[in-house]
């Protein structure tokens, strides 16, 4: 263990799209726990497109900012936390955090899944989709689902999960061609689209001719009017995100077809995963048994090294990643 610690804050208000300036590496004392709290050292950090919307007014400046960490514990003055215990918390984008029981819940160990799954399809961002196609979609054998980014970390669990489920056909849009393959040869998708080559609308009519019942949207905007206009009658649309907004620094998108909504008995809901925490065991049980088997396998883009973890955010938001984007500590098991 270091000597040092370091950080990530906030420095300045983006406006449009953050840039490394917009933070600092910060180098302090290693922090030491008081009774009742533990020392974790830091393994794997999590970056979500949530970051950036929180960056506009949520995130104090000069300050260490959240996110979704896994960690072991490394020195520890409450027996509810043993040291070597490895835990989930929230005060990442720091190499070490002192925690209390109550911001911290254990990462079990599953043979043959590495920990960053706990990151992907077992943490957040498998919650997120596993709730989004069974709580708020209530997803039924045989249907035909769409899914906005759909090579990113939801977007890649939602596919997975969505065909463990028996969904009928299965579309996604991108913003590549090399994803639109990786999502059809690998993830289960029947059809991909990048949307980079012509109106939403246009390319989601021609891979959905006939019409889908679901969207889950990671977008928003024209995507989300692209599925308002695909949708059969009765269609659900899941919110989870507004990724074509968060970087956006004019009008926001109007929708021209909110009266399909009323005219087709359309549902639109969102939700915060935050409020579905009860679900966790129910997608342990569900998706452990596919990790180990092979069914499933883990879409991650992995950065080496604490150093790496703004650029990864950066790049995440430019959508370099190809699944989750993780940054893994050097000397971290894989």
């Given at each position: 263990m270091t000597e040092t610690a370091l950080t990530v804050h906030q420095t300045a208000r983006p406006h449009g799209f953050p840039s490394p300036d917009h933070f600092a590496f910060v180098e302090s004392a290693m922090p030491e726990p008081g009774q009742g709290t533990a020392l974790v050292e830091n393994l794997y950090w999590s970056v979500d497109p949530y970051h950036r919307e929180m960056m506009d007014e949520d995130f104090a400046l000069n300050a260490p900012l959240?996110?979704?960490?896994?960690?072991?514990?490394?020195?520890?003055?409450?027996?509810?936390?043993?040291?070597?215990?490895?835990?989930?918390?929230?005060?990442?984008?720091?190499?070490?955090?002192?925690?209390?029981?109550?911001?911290?819940?254990?990462?079990?160990?599953?043979?043959?899944?590495?920990?960053?799954?706990?990151?992907g399809i077992l943490g957040g961002t498998g919650l997120t989709a596993y709730v989004g196609l069974t709580r708020i979609a209530?997803?039924?054998?045989?249907?035909?689902?769409?899914?906005?980014?759909?090579?990113?970390?939801?977007?890649?669990?939602?596919?997975?999960?969505?065909?463990?489920?028996?969904?009928?056909r299965l579309i996604g849009s991108a913003g590549r061609a090399t994803k639109a393959a990786y999502l059809t040869e690998y993830v289960g998708y029947d059809e991909v689209f990048d949307y980079r080559t012509g109106p939403a609308a246009e390319?989601?009519?021609?891979?959905?001719?006939?019409?889908?019942?679901?969207?889950?949207?990671?977008?928003?905007?024209?995507?989300?009017?692209?599925?308002?206009?695909?949708?059969?009658?009765?269609?659900?649309?899941?919110?989870?995100?507004?990724?074509a907004q968060y970087?956006?620094?004019?009008?926001?998108?109007?929708?021209?077809?909110?009266?399909?909504?009323?005219?087709?008995?359309?549902?639109?809901?969102?939700?915060?995963?935050?409020?579905?925490?009860?679900?966790?065991?129910?997608?342990?049980?569900?998706?452990?048994?596919?990790?180990?088997?092979?069914?499933?396998?883990?879409d991650e883009t992995v950065i080496d090294g604490f150093g790496g973890i703004v650029e990864a955010f950066l790049g995440m938001l430019r959508g370099e990643n190809q699944g989750k984007i993780i940054v893994r500590a050097t000397g971290a098991d894989a």
């Open positions: 959240e996110g979704r960490t896994i960690g072991r514990v490394v020195e520890s003055r409450t027996p509810a936390l043993r040291e070597g215990e490895i835990v989930f918390h929230r005060q990442g984008w720091r190499t070490h955090a002192v925690v209390t029981t109550e911001e911290v819940r254990p990462a079990p160990r599953f043979d043959g899944i590495p920990l960053s799954a706990h990151l209530e997803l039924r054998e045989g249907q035909d689902v769409f899914v906005s980014a759909a090579a990113g970390g939801v977007g890649t669990a939602t596919g997975r999960l969505a065909r463990l489920m028996g969904a009928g390319l989601l009519a021609k891979a959905a001719p006939d019409g889908i019942d679901l969207y889950m949207d990671n977008v928003g905007g024209e995507h989300l009017e692209a599925a308002i206009s695909s949708l059969r009658e009765y269609g659900r649309i899941v919110r989870i995100g507004t990724i970087n956006s620094t004019g009008t926001p998108y109007a929708l021209r077809n909110l009266p399909d909504i009323v005219e087709k008995s359309l549902r639109m809901e969102g939700f915060l995963v935050r409020d579905h925490r009860d679900v966790q065991e129910e997608l342990y049980e569900f998706v452990v048994p596919h990790l180990q088997s092979g069914r499933v396998t883990l």
